[in-house]
């Protein structure tokens, strides 16, 4: 075989190879589907306990996919379906870990009929977002961001069948359909334009045309609209509170996180070829105009709507909104040398450390459940401290995370996209950085809010809730990685800048 | 800017106006006379029991959603059954020279790209020999097969279900013991 | 790839972190009643770490070679690992500073732990860093919470909180050591912050008390203030040195480059510092929570508001000497403050009958000694190096005795059922003999009773001040401090004698919170209570006139170069007369079977009168200080509440209001929803497209 046919051959060959976790995981996803409706009634129910060994398979599957990532080589590769970097690497590492947290938290809000689909979902959503980092082409994006979705339709629509998860269900199935309908719009306009779905391909294209490539700019408008869902940016996050509060608490847990990595993932993927080689008009006169907007409006927006909420989903889908909002300000201010650190650098830390408080927060709002009802309102909590003096404390971590207080990661995040911010030495940026410290200031309101109703005020009864282990051991383990990362940030820290020395 | 403006505003102009003529055409030169029967609702014919705002079954959308899954499958299976057929043909070692570039440039087309076919030199050196041909055949026919078998785990996910069953089991059974209900 | 010397360093903060941990988690489970043994044992394993580094490590630490310089690895270099290696890194002595007469340099033992953070230009590691006054202070700190870990074991018991007090407590040590070892500022304000907390925790142990929780809540404000000073000094520092390493701020040689640029920016960082130093270290105007702090436990009282957590700011000052030495200005106010603090908590602690409030009035007046010192060397740089140590001398002795009085007056409370107002008990003598006599080796110290430690620390302090009156350009200034120290010498023996006479002396008497027979001390509260008495007795002719002390801290690298040290016999003379006639002034109105209070027979004379009442100073202090204090902060409240907090509420308001506007977009409609989303996308496209048109 002559030397072209062996490059030709395994330029198709050796994508699967590239994807050894993923596959790792989806083969666990059939298995579930497979033999999860042999081990149930017609009407739906299981032996009582099932649920632990589907959540044990989840767990090992996740851990093979943690074994396969960790060992696995780190050469990079540009071209083919798949593109291997340092982002995959460190987005792969993220994404584990949250659904090894996900499934804790999942553990005990799913009925044992139901534990099989729901944990299978789950590990789908981490195989797609997995490969949202890996997709080096239009095509394999496009399906990689919809191997998140269709899972998490599903998964919002499993766990109780009461009138209010349907509507989150649907409410949430119909506009995210409405999104990926605008973002394929924008793929086509692109598409039209450069004449492949390849990545690279495209980038040599627009680096190559003589002319304003109108299309793709309005493509990546389109584009950009549609991840803004996944965000929960201003204006598509409408659906975040009503779909947050109507879900299980481990619905909303994997909303306020994982769409949020992969559309920040793939926006990073898609600006990169699209913007950075693009004549500089594109990213300094159109393009970052509008995501500047996106943040500053995202932000405030967020904050504002937040202080008004005394449910705590809610209130937490709009932290989440806000949260958004700050890490904007990482891709704002993008990668540029002469800041340290650069601001795709400090948006990857933060988004590590927001899954880890937020995921944390959720899962204390689990473990702090009564009666398997799930918690709703602020009053609920209150004097959670002399009920569950844990549990309370563990919150109090994570709501002083998410206000970014020392000692805490989400002190040091803010801090980094703040300098990132503030070091660029643009106007514009500096005022972004500004309007992130009021912002902050602003959230603190209603994360010490909670705080407050644990600590100050009476319990209203002296139910001590259930003692679930699983929901308790993932808020044990976010605690513990949130204060540690206060104290040995550079651990995270060395991560993401490997990722953008690549 | 004015260009672009100007474009959008024409455009939408026309639109407006293409769409507003015909009805005030129509409105002037039909002639009007109203009747109830007019009013009524036509449906093959038959006179409608009810009103026909109701709620269709859900079972008919499981199955139209049934119906779609495998009809797109069978959408995905024409590029692939380009590619095998290419592949399968090009591991035929009787074909000639000119075949072969001319399919290996259908398979890999930003590698073998017509420009460099034209020439001569390229058409030894780019073909792909039948060997990879048909090893590149056989890999698309494992490709599918587990593309098929994912779709099937998912067909039977449904049937175990009972998903399929116009009447589904735990149904039947509360129908003939309506207490349980 | 460690050596023992790191291992000891580790040693010292990890062993009561993990007892802190411990008391924290298992012990609030399980094991509650022993929660003392890990705390014990951790404390006692840092001690022994804390004497290697006093014996092995600090003496070793010297900077032999020039050959030496060429290996010092900048600690910027090192590259980007994950937990940076391990290592030595020396910082040098300038010759000029210590080179000449004492044999050889020492330098700053540094075991680098880790990289904190490295953010924009700043970088801040982890170090353990130890040198003569860290080593002096941490088997200080060490020793004395040993002793009080064992007392309170005993003191503490059956208490609710047992496990979280020993928690707090190793806790405590634990940042105590952290702020002694620390190599940077970062840290330094990190465990300031920590101990302030501990503090904080302590205090509020009873938090049922609702006296508890206000002094806890008033010892936090009343220190923010002081942090605030210290936050914006090491703002000011970053600022003008690019770096918050001990090493490179203290430079003696850029400092004087400094100085001589810009001294106005030298001054302002030394009165941040010194406001900083002032809230830690209960200084007058701030000193006004440490005697609301002995609403905690008295242990706690003992380790922290006496010989540990107060001195912080003792401490602070003498580390940054290399700045202050060059703003004269900056160490007048601080000898100012110690004076006027010395001389205002003596004078307080006349009048008081709460004996817990007596000892920490007299704890902030000691502590103004040890500020007066440090202040001295403002008459000349060349008095800097005396300054310095009779004020860390102080410190130790100071550690000791008021050590032993505060468990002494825990052994009374605890007896006498914790009833600790001194009106309603006497003659405890004979029903706590180890109290009395170990409260007595206190107080002699205290007093400054001759060859007793008090006496040396003491004597060596107002011998720098008198040696400051004698040059410089502020003779007059430091006669008046002169002035003003003796005095509180002649103050400090009455007022601690009239405690131990109203205590210990005078007709047996019980509250009826006693009980019948009072017990004295057992075992475990007693040996802490007869080590520490044996030390205040000792501790000062050991190490005092022998130099001992003196010798061993001026291994410090960047210590001001030190003149011979003599003993200055007169001011000795003079203070050991002020001691005994206050002692004798005590004994003579208090001393006696029948004291003025309770003879009843006879109208009581003018003399008797004023001294009943506390010199009066109590309704002076409270005319002169106390109403309009009451006056102005009635008037800053109605600023506060009226006007301000209005302000406050309505910048508040803003986000609520404005939240409330976009409120009724979220109306759960899905078609609503999507056609915001698809106004966005239009409002998008058209702004972009706005741009693409303008550019081209």
């Known amino acids: 075989m002559s030397q072209p046919d062996a490059a030709m051959i395994s330029s198709v060959t050796s994508a699967a190879g590239k994807v050894i976790p993923e596959l790792v995981l989806l083969g666990t996803v059939c298995i579930n589907f497979l033999v999860g409706p042999f081990l149930v009634t017609p009407s739906g129910r299981a032996l009582p306990g099932l649920r632990h060994r589907w959540g044990g398979i989840a767990i090992a599957a996740i851990c093979t996919a943690l074994y396969l990532w960790w060992t696995g080589s780190t050469e990079v590769v540009t071209t083919g379906p798949f593109r291997v970097d340092n982002i995959v690497w460190y987005v792969r590492g993220v994404m584990l870990i949250a659904a090894l947290l996900l499934v804790l938290v999942n553990w005990s809000q799913i009925e044992d009929g139901k534990a099989a689909e729901s944990h299978a979902c789950l590990l789908a959503i981490t195989a797609g977002v997995n490969l949202v980092a890996l997709a080096n082409d239009l095509t394999t994006l496009f399906l990689a961001l919809e191997l998140i979705s269709i899972p998490t339709y599903l998964f919002l629509f499993l766990p109780r069948k009461d009138a209010a998860t349907q509507e989150a269900g649907v409410k949430y199935f119909l506009l995210s359909v409405f999104s990926s309908a605008i973002m394929l719009y924008g793929f086509s306009l692109i598409y039209g334009m450069a004449g492949t779905t390849d990545l690279p391909a495209i980038q040599t294209a627009l680096a190559n045309s003589n002319q304003t490539p109108v299309l793709a700019i309005l493509g990546m408008v389109f584009v950009v609209a549609g991840l803004a869902f996944r965000l929960t940016a201003v204006p598509f996050h409408f659906y975040a509170p009503d779909v947050f509060q109507g879900s299980a608490a481990s619905g909303a847990a994997l909303l306020s996180f994982v769409p949020k990595l992969a559309g920040f993932i793939a926006l990073i993927r898609l600006l990169e070829p699209v913007v950075d080689a693009a004549p500089g008009l594109l990213l300094a006169d159109v393009m970052l105009p509008m995501l500047w907007w996106l943040s500053v409006i995202t932000m405030f927006v967020g904050n504002f709507l937040g202080i008004l909420q005394n449910d705590l989903r809610r209130m937490l889908a709009y932290s989440g909104v806000a949260h958004v909002g700050y890490m904007l300000v990482g891709l704002n201010v993008g990668h540029h040398t002469t800041s340290v650190p650069d601001g795709i650098e400090a948006l990857l830390f933060y988004l590590a450390v927001y899954g880890l408080m937020t995921i944390g927060a959720f899962a204390v709002l689990i473990a702090a459940e009564r009666d398997n009802k799930p918690l709703e309102t602020l009053d609920q909590l209150a004097g959670l401290h002399r009920v569950r003096p844990g549990l309370a404390l563990m919150l109090m971590v994570f709501m002083f995370s998410l206000a970014g207080m020392p000692p805490t990661a989400g002190f040091l995040a803010k801090l980094n996209l703040f300098f990132a911010a503030w070091a660029q030495g643009d106007v514009s940026n500096r005022w972004l950085a500004l309007f992130m410290v009021i912002n902050a200031a602003m959230g603190s309101w209603y994360y010490l809010r909670v705080v407050g109703a644990m600590y100050l005020r009476e319990p209203l009864d002296e139910h001590h809730g259930s003692h679930a282990p699983a929901p308790i051991i993932a808020s044990v383990a976010c605690t513990a990685m949130v204060i540690t990362l206060f104290f040995v940030p550079t651990w995270l820290w060395t991560m993401v800048q490997t990722v953008r020395s690549s | 800017m004015t260009d672009v403006a100007g474009h959008l505003l024409i455009f939408t102009l026309c639109g407006v106006v293409l769409f507003v003529i015909p009805l005030v055409i129509g409105r002037w030169i039909r002639p009007a006379r109203p009747s109830a029967a007019k009013d009524d609702i036509y449906e093959c014919g038959e006179p409608t029991i009810g009103s026909s705002f109701i709620q269709f079954d859900l079972r008919f959308y499981v199955v139209a959603l049934l119906f779609i899954v495998f009809d797109v499958e069978l959408v995905f299976f024409f590029p692939w059954a380009q590619v095998f057929g290419s592949a399968i043909h090009l591991a035929d070692t009787s074909i000639s020279a000119d075949a072969a570039n001319h399919l290996t440039s259908t398979l890999f087309p930003e590698i073998h790209s017509p420009a460099t076919s034209d020439q001569h030199s390229a058409i030894s050196t780019t073909s792909l020999h039948p060997r990879a041909a048909l090893a590149l055949g056989w890999m698309s026919f494992v490709d599918v097969i587990i593309f098929f078998a994912v779709l099937l785990v998912g067909f039977a996910y449904l049937w175990k279900r009972g998903d399929l069953d116009w009447v589904r089991a735990d149904e039947l059974k509360s129908i003939a013991n309506p207490s349980h209900r | ?696």
């Open chain 3, 1 to 696: 790839m460690a050596n023992w010397s790191d291992i000891a360093l580790a040693t010292i903060p990890a062993a009561p972190l993990a007892a802190a941990i411990w008391c924290g988690t298992v012990a609030q489970v399980v094991r509650r009643t022993t929660a003392h043994r890990p705390v014990v044992l951790a404390l006692a394993l840092s001690l022994v770490a804390a004497a290697y580094v006093l014996f092995v490590v600090v003496p070793g630490s010297v900077v032999d070679s020039p050959a030496a310089h060429s290996q010092i690895t900048p600690i910027e270099s090192s590259g980007e690992s994950l937990v940076k290696p391990i290592s030595l890194i020396a910082s040098e002595t300038p010759a000029s500073a210590t080179g000449e007469h004492h044999g050889p340099a020492h330098k700053a033992y540094i075991f680098e732990v880790y990289r904190w953070m490295s953010v924009g230009g700043l970088t801040v590691d982890i170090v353990l860093r130890a040198d003569a006054m860290t080593a002096l202070m941490l088997v200080m700190v060490n020793f004395v919470s040993l002793l009080v870990a064992i007392f309170a074991s005993s003191y503490m018991h059956g208490d609710k909180g047992y496990p979280r007090f020993f928690g707090a407590m190793a806790l405590f040590v634990f940042s105590m050591n952290m702020l002694v070892l620390a190599g940077n500022f970062i840290e330094v304000f990190i465990f300031w912050e920590a101990v302030g907390l501990c503090s904080y925790l302590l205090i509020g142990h009873w938090y049922h008390k609702p006296s508890a929780a206000a002094a806890a809540r008033k010892a936090f404000v009343v220190n923010r203030i002081g942090d605030f000073g210290l936050m914006t000094a090491i703002f000011l520092i970053y600022r003008t040195f690019g770096s918050v390493d001990f090493e490179t701020v203290l430079d003696p040689a850029r400092l004087a480059e400094l100085a001589a640029a810009q001294p106005g920016l030298i001054t302002t960082i030394a009165l941040l510092l010194l406001l900083g130093a002032i809230g830690k270290s209960a200084q007058f105007p701030l000193h006004v929570w440490l005697p609301d702090a002995m609403e905690g436990p008295t242990p706690v009282s003992a380790l922290i508001h006496a010989a540990t957590m107060v001195t912080a700011g003792v401490y602070l000052i003498a580390r940054t000497t290399p700045i202050f030495v060059h703003s004269p200005t900056a160490q007048l106010v601080v000898a100012g403050v110690g004076a006027t603090t010395a001389l205002v908590a003596a004078v307080t602690a006349l009048c008081q009958y709460d004996l817990k409030r007596v000892l920490a009035y007299s704890t902030v007046s000691q502590l103004g000694y040890m500020f007066m010192a440090l202040g001295a060397a403002a008459a000349s740089p060349a008095l800097a190096a005396h300054a310095e140590t009779f004020a860390m001398f102080h410190l130790l002795t100071h550690a000791f005795f008021k050590a032993v009085l505060f468990l002494a007056a825990g052994s009374v409370m605890h007896a006498m059922g914790d009833v600790i107002d001194m009106r309603r008990f006497s003659g405890l003598k004979k029903a706590l003999p180890i109290t009395h006599i170990t409260f007595l080796c206190g107080a002699l110290a205290l007093a400054g009773f001759p060859l007793l430690s008090g006496f040396w620390s003491k004597d060596e302090i107002l011998a720098v001040v008198w040696e400051a009156t004698q040059t410089g350009d502020y003779k007059t200034y430091f006669y008046l401090i002169l002035g003003v120290g003796l005095l509180t010498s002649l103050l400090t023996a009455f007022y601690t004698f009239r405690a131990y006479y109203l205590t210990f002396h005078g007709p047996e008497r019980f509250p009826e919170e006693a009980g019948h027979h009072p017990h004295d001390a057992s075992p475990a509260m007693a040996i802490p209570l007869y080590i520490l008495a044996a030390l205040a007795v000792v501790a000062g002719l050991i190490l005092g006139p022998t130099h001992i002390y003196a010798h061993y801290i001026e291994m410090t690298p960047n210590f001001p170069t030190a003149a011979p040290a003599g003993m200055n016999v007169g001011m000795m003379i003079l203070s050991t007369v002020l001691a005994l006639g206050g002692i004798g002034l005590a004994y003579s109105i208090y001393g006696k079977a029948t004291r003025p209070e309770y003879s009843d027979a006879r109208p009581l004379s003018l003399w008797e009168n004023v001294s009943l009442n506390g010199l009066y100073l109590d309704q002076l202090y409270g005319a002169l200080i106390a109403r309009p204090m009451a006056t102005l902060s009635a008037v800053c409240e109605f600023v506060d509440r009226m006007i301000l907090d209005k302000i406050v509420d309505a910048v508040g308001l803003i986000p609520i209001i404005a939240g409330g506007m976009i409120r009724p977009l979220q109306n759960g409609l899905v078609s609503s929803y999507a056609a915001v989303m698809l106004l966005g996308v239009i409002v998008a496209l058209a702004s972009v497209l706005r741009a693409i048109a303008s550019v081209t």
